[in-house]
C-alpha cells in the first residue's frame, strides 16, 4: 500500500495551501450589537415592584413596630401637654416618625447589609442607571409608612382633639418627607464602611427624629433647638403642624414642604453616588 503524502491531507483555502509554520485564521465576525441600556423611570419601576413585593412579607410586622411605638409616644406625652400648639407638634411628629423609622432606619440597615454581603454586585451587572436602583428601593420603603402614618395620625388627633379636616396634606407629607429620609438613610448605608456601623447610623438617626421631632420646640434648649432645624424630618413635621391651625398658612407650609423636596433631591443624589462609589470597589 503506497503511503500518502501528508500534504495532501491539508485543506486548501481559496485554493492554496497555507504556508508551513503559519495557522488559519478564520475569517472576522462583527460583534452583536448590545442591548440599549435600560431607561431610568421604566428601570425604577421594575426596581419599585421588585422590592415591594420581596419587603412584603418582612417589612409588614416592622411597619406595626414603627406604628405601636408611635401611638405609644403619643399616649405618654398626653399626661404631659394638654393641647394647643403642643399638642399639634407631638401628633406631626409621631406620625412623621413613623416615616422615620421606616425610610432612614431600616433603609440605612437593607443598603448596609446589602453592601456587606456582595449583594451591590448582583445590581451592578443589571443594566440599569444606578439611581433607578436608590430611587426604586427607597419609594418601596416609603410606601410601607403610609397606613402607619395615617393610622397614627387619626389616633393622635382624635387622643389630643385635633381638627381632621386637613388630614389630606400627609399626601404631600409621606412623600416629600419620604424622600429626603430614604436618601439620608441610604447614604449611611452605603458609606458606612461597616454593616454594624450602618445599623448604629440609622438608629441615631431615628433617635434623632424622635426627640428633635416629637418633644415640642418650644421646651427644647437653644443649641439642640438649632440642631432640630439641620433634620430633614423637622420640616415635615412643621408643615404637619401648621394644618391644625384654625386658617392655615399655606404659604409657609407650602415652604416647609418645599424645603423637604430640595433636601430630598440632594440626599438621594447622594445616595445615587454613594452606590456607584460602592459598587465598583
Known amino acids: 500500500m503506497s503511503a500518502i503524502p501528508l500534504e495532501s491531507t491539508v485543506e486548501t483555502v481559496g485554493g492554496r495551501a497555507p504556508a508551513s509554520g503559519t495557522a488559519e485564521r478564520p475569517e472576522s465576525v462583527d460583534a452583536a450589537p448590545l442591548a440599549p441600556r435600560a431607561r431610568l423611570f421604566p428601570a425604577l419601576a421594575a426596581v419599585y415592584r421588585a422590592q ?3 419587603a412584603r412579607v ?6 406595626f ?3 405601636f411605638q408611635s401611638v405609644g409616644i ?3 406625652m398626653r399626661g404631659v401637654v394638654d393641647g394647643g400648639s403642643e399638642a399639634r407638634a407631638v401628633v406631626a411628629g409621631s406620625s412623621v416618625l413613623v416615616v ?3 425610610a432612614l432606619n431600616l433603609l440605612a440597615q437593607y443598603f ?9 454586585d448582583h445590581y451592578a451587572t443589571l443594566p440599569v442607571p444606578p439611581a433607578s436602583v436608590v430611587l426604586g428601593t427607597a419609594a418601596a420603603y416609603a410606601s410601607f409608612t403610609v397606613p402607619g402614618t395615617a393610622v397614627t395620625a387619626v389616633f393622635g388627633c382624635l387622643l389630643f382633639g385635633l381638627p381632621m379636616g386637613h388630614l389630606w396634606i400627609l399626601a404631600a407629607v409621606i412623600p416629600l418627607a419620604g424622600a429626603a429620609l430614604s436618601g439620608l438613610g441610604a447614604a449611611l448605608g452605603l ?3 461597616r454593616q454594624e456601623l450602618a445599623t448604629l447610623f440609622g438608629q441615631l438617626g431615628m433617635s434623632a427624629a424622635l426627640l428633635l421631632g416629637v418633644l415640642p420646640a418650644g421646651r427644647l434648649p437653644g443649641p439642640i433647638a438649632y440642631a432640630r432645624d439641620l433634620l430633614p424630618s423637622t420640616y415635615g413635621v412643621e408643615a404637619f ?3 391644625f391651625d384654625a386658617h392655615p398658612d399655606w404659604g409657609l407650609v407650602g415652604l416647609d414642604l418645599g424645603v423637604c423636596a430640595a433636601v430630598g433631591v440632594v440626599s438621594l443624589a447622594v445616595a445615587a453616588w454613594a452606590y456607584r462609589r460602592a459598587a465598583v470597589r
Not at 418582612?58 to 411597619?63: A, M, Q, Y
Not at 448596609?112 to 451591590?120: C, H, K, M, V, Y
Open 112 to 120: 448596609g447589609r446589602l453592601r456587606a454581603d456582595g449583594g451591590l
Open 241 to 243: 403642624a401648621h394644618s
Open 100 to 102: 422615620a423609622f421606616v
Open 58 to 63: 418582612s417589612r409588614i410586622p416592622l411597619l
Open 65 to 67: 413596630v414603627a406604628t
Open 52 to 54: 415591594l413585593s420581596r
Open 74 to 76: 403619643m399616649i405618654l
Open 191 to 193: 458609606l458606612a464602611p
